[in-house]
């Protein structure tokens, strides 16, 4: 069996105030909240649907428990 690791990349959106999936090698997950907590509870509950659901996108066999890493990036302006 393969070993799959996934990740997904956290971007975010300061004029809609929320994190957002920015890319991710989960096929069709898409995640959006207002805080990196509530961002990375949706992933770990959703992920194993997408990845259940789209397996046929993916590469060979897989085991049933994976780890997933959830990367959060925000940039921010200071006045100095």
């Known amino acids: ?31 959006e909240a207002p805080t990196v907590e509530e961002f990375g509870k949706l992933v770990f509950e959703l992920a194993p649907q997408m990845v259940e659901l789209n397996s046929h996108l993916l590469d060979g066999p897989r085991e049933r428990s994976y780890p997933i890493s959830v990367i959060a990036h925000q940039e921010m302006k200071i006045c100095a």
């Open 1 to 31: 069996m393969i070993e799959m690791q996934f990740y997904v990349k956290a971007e975010w959106d300061a004029e809609a105030g929320v994190w957002y999936t920015a890319d991710t090698d989960i096929p069709g997950l898409v995640v």
